[in-house]
């Protein structure tokens, strides 16, 4: 049996979805049922720069070289295209 995380986005509009542990969010957050906007989906060009809150793994190199780039003052800024949802987490954008 799967496990499942839930998606909220506090301080918006929209509804807490249900994802199967370890989904990408860029392949299930759209403009539609999310604040997150993607562009490049490949953590280079920052456009899904937001806050997560919740039990994730630390970024890898890579993604964490661009939040030393694009947010060094937010402690919880992740790219969410690089973001593998493990737990519950919150999202709010940057």
Same mark, same amino acid.
Do not use: W
């Given at each position: 049996m799967a496990d499942?995380?839930k998606i909220?986005f ?7 979805i ?5 989904q990408s969010?860029?392949e299930?957050?759209?403009i539609q049922?999310s604040p997150?906007l993607?562009g ?7 456009? &899904?720069? =937001?806050? +997560?809150? /919740? ?8 993604e ?7 947010a060094?003052?937010?402690p919880?800024?992740?790219?969410? &295209?690089? =973001?593998d +949802?493990t /737990?519950n987490?919150?999202i709010?954008?940057?």
């Amino acid at each position: 049996m799967a496990d499942f995380c839930k998606i909220s986005f506090p301080v918006s509009d929209f509804v807490t979805i249900t994802l199967e542990c370890h989904q990408s969010l860029s392949e299930h957050l759209t403009i539609q049922n999310s604040p997150v906007l993607f562009g490049c989906r490949t953590g280079i060009c920052g456009t &899904c720069l =937001v806050e +997560v809150i /919740g039990d994730i793994p630390p970024p890898q190199p890579e993604e964490q070289e661009m939040l030393e780039t694009l947010a060094a003052n937010y402690p919880y800024a992740r790219l969410a &295209c690089q =973001v593998d +949802v493990t /737990g519950n987490v919150e999202i709010r954008k940057i």
